[in-house]
């Protein structure tokens, strides 16, 4: 959102759509930065594979590597909104 938009939210004037909320959202999550971080964990987690892990790839492997990439998504996105809270006075 503009700054204009900010200052007329706070004055009560008008109230946002569910399309600027969610778009807000994405803004504050940096999906770029998400993205990359996502990238490097999976990246991770296939070099810290046994060689042999193909063949024997069952069902507890999968949702480890489910469960690792959404919680480094969801830490990432975290640490992104946690920055733009921390630095809203210099990301002006």
Do not use: W
């Not at 939210?9 to 998400?34: D, V």
């Not at 490097?40 to 024997?56: D, H």
């Not at 949702?63 to 809270?85: D, E, K, P, Y």
Request: charged content about 15%; glycine content about 6%.
């Amino acid at each position: 959102m503009a700054q204009n938009d900010m200052q007329t939210l706070s004055l009560g004037q008008a109230s946002p759509t569910l399309r600027e909320s969610l778009a807000a959202y994405h803004e504050l999550t940096k999906p770029g930065i998400t993205l990359m971080v996502v990238i490097t964990a999976a990246a991770g987690f296939y070099l810290a594979l046994p060689r042999n892990a193909f063949v024997y790839l069952n069902v507890a492997t999968a949702a480890r590597f489910i469960a690792t990439i959404l919680g480094t998504a969801l830490v990432s996105a975290g640490s992104c909104a946690f920055n733009h809270v921390m630095e809203r006075r210099y990301d002006e």
